[in-house]
């Protein structure tokens, strides 16, 4: 009998938790762990309702469960900062040198940010299913949204940290040295302790400026407003690399200040935002840094002066390994071809990608979006040099690929001298003042793709590859498209 009892029982309590009222309500003044698990779908909308109140309510009936469930604050570093230190040690007795132990315990903190932000986005704040799956996450996170001021509830029980704490330990020594792995789990262990101290602290502590300040209107946002993002605790630095980080709602871009880093917390009204251009010969200003905003901007007759000479050195090399002139010339004449189709591939498929997150909008603003916002910026129409030079070695190597060493020169030349003609031939468009035929038609067909169907004539140097692949704008002004 007791045997049918113990195999049986869960399926009894699993019963009970299918068989209960469809508008079953939480009794507040009960044990409410093995309650929760009966609101079915409705545990959602309920455990995102706080009440805000320092009172801790009542989880089990029995007391131990109850007593591990609550922790206050001060035990946190009490327990785990002697335990940091000696892992620390360990790494001290092995002969690891001050530096390298320094470097040591500092990763490990920073990968700690990593695991509290990837722990609270995809575990804690998981969409639970089932009587059970309500009851743990309420255990696990939930008991936090719905009483965010329970002080006893705030940081993680030592119990099951310890139980945790042991995985992870044997994870960082698989990917460590055993010099190096104590120091770095050290690490983690301090980047906890600080997580968890700072979490206390931005719920009960009264920061009145400076950082505090900043994160706890930030964690409290996540509390009360959008709990679908701003998921780091210490740090808001993780959400904005992977675009989850909380901006006012209706955020607005003050173009009196840096864009770059403004333009990110658009979301998914950056890409009408960007479309609508602001036709001024001014140029914003990207970023507080003035080194960085001198690499941002450069003169139209930067680029020839750059780069003319080095596409003659390069048709020199293939003249020099046994190449005749007019074979060097159809070697150019490929060049030049091949660039087009770069010129269209890039423009068409990578500076019109669509973005919506943080870092997408900030380099797509950074690439292609700042000359779409603000099309009269002369220092901003060309190509850096310096990003130009970086981006120069791959296609050298991808051309060795699929060429001849004496070849390969020519074919580069030719295909360098197109991007010079192209980005020319670009400032021309915006700032020129076309009398003949072609320039004047090229010039209508490119401030077309600006000003009316952006989606359309992606070729800049020609429309070659906008008739082959079928994105000529239309001819008639019937429709603007964004």
Not at 221 to 239: A, L
Request: charged fraction near 15%; hydrophobic fraction near 45%; include cysteine.
């Amino acid at each position: 009998m007791m045997i049918i009892l113990i195999f049986t029982a869960p399926l009894i309590v699993v019963r009970r938790a299918k068989m209960v009222n469809q508008a079953f309500t939480v009794d507040l003044k009960k044990p409410l762990v093995f309650q929760v698990g009966h609101l079915g779908e409705a545990y959602e909308e309920w455990v995102h309702q706080p009440i805000v109140t320092n009172e801790t309510p009542r989880f089990f009936e029995n007391n131990l469960l109850e007593f591990l469930t609550r922790t206050a604050w001060w035990v946190i570093p009490l327990i785990w900062l002697p335990v940091a230190c000696w892992f620390v040690s360990l790494s001290v007795e092995v002969g690891l040198p001050p530096h390298n132990l320094a470097a040591s315990v500092v990763a490990g903190v920073f990968v700690w940010t990593l695991l509290e932000y990837s722990l609270h986005r995809f575990l804690f704040h998981i969409k639970p299913r089932g009587y059970w799956g309500n009851t743990f996450h309420y255990l696990m996170h939930g008991c936090h949204h719905k009483h965010p001021m329970d002080g006893l509830r705030l940081v993680f029980p030592p119990a099951a940290a310890a139980i945790l704490a042991v995985p992870l330990w044997n994870l960082v020594k698989l990917l460590a040295s055993e010099s190096y792995s104590p120091a770095l789990f050290g690490g983690g262990l301090l980047g906890y302790v600080i997580y968890d101290c700072t979490h206390y602290y931005l719920h009960h502590g009264k920061p009145l400026k400076g950082v505090t300040h900043g994160l706890k209107r930030y964690h409290m946002n996540h509390h009360y407003r959008i709990q679908d993002k701003g998921f780091g605790i210490t740090s808001p630095f993780w959400d904005t690399i992977f675009g989850t980080k909380m901006v006012a709602q209706g955020f607005t871009v003050d173009l009196d200040k840096p864009l770059v880093f403004q333009v990110g917390h658009l979301g998914e009204s950056y890409q009408e935002w960007v479309h609508q251009p602001i036709v001024s010969k001014e140029g914003p200003r990207f970023f507080e840094s003035d080194f960085w905003e001198f690499l941002t901007r450069n003169e139209w007759w930067v680029i020839p002066l750059i780069w003319l000479p080095v596409v003659c050195w390069f048709l020199s090399r293939s003249i020099v390994l046994g190449h005749t002139v007019p074979e060097v010339a159809l070697m150019t004449a490929f060049g030049i071809l091949i660039w087009t189709l770069l010129e269209y591939t890039l423009h068409r498929f990578l500076f019109h990608i669509k973005t919506k997150s943080y870092w997408g909008n900030t380099l797509h603003y950074l690439l292609h979006g700042c000359h779409h916002k603000h099309p009269m910026d002369g220092l901003r129409l060309v190509f850096p040099p310096t990003a130009t030079a970086i981006l120069l070695f791959p296609f050298w190597n991808l051309i060795k690929v699929f060429s001849t060493p004496s070849t390969t020169p020519g074919l580069f030349a030719g295909g360098l001298l197109g991007y010079v003609m192209y980005d020319v031939t670009h400032y021309y468009l915006h700032h020129g003042q076309p009398t003949s035929e072609v320039p004047k038609n090229l010039k209508k067909y490119h401030l077309n793709h600006h000003f009316r169907v952006q989606t359309k004539g992606f070729g800049i140097t020609s429309s070659l590859w906008d008739k082959v692949f079928g994105t000529l704008p239309p001819s008639k002004p019937a429709e603007k498209s964004r």
